[in-house]
């Protein structure tokens, strides 16, 4: 008679981070886990079978094969180590009817003959499925104690992924375990699944010389390595208002706790104006396994919607992590929209002539260049340049926004015109604002009068001459009024106010 003994199946994990038990048993409780002796797999009881027991001792015994009464002698099961914790107590192993019917309980077999016993499989499995989501480096660990006999008595090991209903081999041809041996098995295709269960499976076949102990096993365990955790608190922002039309340079503090992997990546997002973060916009990210208290450069970019209830919060990539928002609003503001207005009004004036500039739209200005101008700060200044100048306006608002305008200051010699004069006469009021009375004195054979302004152009005419000219159309500016005469043309300037 031959005995098979396998001890335990543990699952361990073994990588750099802590292991989970995630299930085990050393059967001091029983074979309340486990489904002993099912069908799986062709399995049957009929000369051998699964128990759950502390029975250790051998004996001799008898049993009848066609009413011939045959003796035998079933050995001792080999003591266990010190490394099993309830050392020698109870285990999962197979027993033989036979040596059961003489009072022998240990873990020993009856081998097939193909006569009086025949070829059998003995499937014991996990009762219940063990759920591994979360887990990483799945691995099962246990004692084995076998003999058996290569290619007639051997063990396997089996799992499931479908709560049994389909098997797959993992370890098979087990035997000449003889002392108490540890075992560790990992598989990638255990971590992370809903639903896995292990299986044992004893084959008994004829053969030549099949010995005890018989397939046993002993103080199991299911561990794996949990997922790494994290949490991420998004800090306070410094400044809290920002402006639509600039980018802006930021830090974002944050602290991470737990723990993170290698190739993480944090990310700075910005809400919408709302505070939503359904579709954020990415402002900066920090590759980094670390934890604790740290920070990222950022930018929040030009060109955002006006808002004030813009949030920033950090994110985490590995493990997958939300964090918490700044938890103040933040204000995108709208710059101001400047103006510049000019008297005269399109900004033409005569060489050594000046234009009043006035500023709008925010409340502090500075203007450039400054050299020709009255003052580089204020709304409202004097250009008198010697050339036709470009100016430029940076008017900064309440909050702290700012925009730019400009404004060209053409300048004309007008003195071809003023003396092209033959003949005197008189203008008032200059400045005017709604008409301009004619004087003409001694003027003699008086032909028209028209208004130029100072590119020329002109922009008034009267085929005679008139003692008051309405000249309220008139944009505010410097003009000329011409009067032609037998004696040729007289011209005098005025301003519209």
């Known amino acids: 008679m031959n005995k098979l003994l396998l001890c335990g199946a543990l699952l361990t994990g073994l990588s750099v981070h802590s292991q ?12 309340g886990n486990w489904t002993l002796n099912s ?19 051998g004996g001799s015994g008898s049993m009848v094969c066609f009413g011939v009464p045959i003796n035998f002698t079933i050995v001792t099961t080999p003591a266990q180590p010190g490394g099993i914790s309830n050392a020698n107590g109870k285990y999962m192993h197979i027993s033989s009817l036979a040596g059961e019917g ?6 020993n077999f009856i081998a097939s003959d193909g006569f009086c016993n025949f070829d059998e499989s003995n499937f014991v499995k996990m009762t219940n499925a063990l759920s591994t989501i979360g887990y990483s480096n799945v691995t099962l660990s246990f004692w084995e104690l076998i003999g058996g006999e290569s290619g007639s008595v051997t063990g396997e090991i089996y799992y499931s992924l479908d709560n049994g209903s389909s098997w797959i081999l993992k370890t098979g041809g087990i035997n000449n375990v003889t002392t108490w041996t540890s075992t560790s098995l990992a598989d990638a295709a255990w971590d992370n699944v809903s639903s896995l269960k292990i299986a044992f499976r004893f084959l008994n076949t004829a053969g030549s010389s099949p010995v005890d102990p018989a397939f046993a096993i002993d103080e199991l365990k299911i561990t794996g390595t949990a997922a790494a955790s994290a949490a991420v608190a998004t800090g306070a922002i410094t400044s809290t208002n920002y402006c639509s039309n600039t980018s802006a340079n930021i830090s974002v503090p944050f602290t991470a706790t737990g ?3 290698a190739g993480n990546v944090y990310t700075a997002q910005l809400s919408s104006s709302t ?3 359904a ?8 590759t980094s396994s670390a934890t604790g208290t740290l920070s990222i450069p950022a930018t929040i970019p030009s060109g955002l919607p006006v808002g004030t209830g813009y949030r920033i919060r950090v994110d985490a990539s590995d493990p997958a992590t939300v964090g918490t928002d700044n938890g103040t609003d933040l204000t995108i503001a ?11 009004a399109n900004g033409t004036i005569c060489s050594g002539s000046s234009a009043s500039l006035t500023a709008s739209g925010a409340t502090v200005f500075g203007w450039s260049p400054a050299g020709s101008l009255s003052s580089a700060t204020g709304p409202n200044v004097t250009a008198t340049p010697t050339a036709t100048q470009v100016y430029t306006v940076i008017g900064t608002n309440a909050n702290g926004c700012s925009n730019s305008a400009t404004f060209t200051v053409t300048v004309q010699s007008c003195a071809g015109l003023e003396e092209a004069t033959s003949g005197e006469f008189e203008i008032y009021p200059n400045p005017a604002t709604q008409s301009l009375n004619v004087h003409v004195g001694e003027l003699k054979g008086l032909q028209s009068v028209s208004v130029l302004d100072l590119s020329g152009r002109t922009v008034l005419s009267f085929q005679s001459v008139l003692n008051a000219i309405d000249i309220s159309s008139l944009e505010s500016g410097k003009y000329f009024l011409v009067i032609m005469h037998e004696s040729g043309a007289s011209a005098k300037a005025f301003v519209k106010e």
């Open 102 to 107: 003489s009072g022998v309980t240990n873990a």
């Open 334 to 344: 709208a710059p101001p929209t400047v103006t510049i207005g000019s008297v005269p």
């Open 259 to 261: 723990t993170v992997n």
């Open 275 to 277: 505070g939503s973060f």
């Open 39 to 57: 069908n799986d797999m062709s399995g049957a009881s009929t000369s051998n079978h699964w128990v759950v027991n502390n029975s250790y001792t």
């Open 20 to 31: 989970t038990t995630l299930f085990q048993d050393d059967f001091e409780s029983g074979s």
């Open 279 to 286: 579709a954020p916009t990415a402002i900066g990210t920090l």
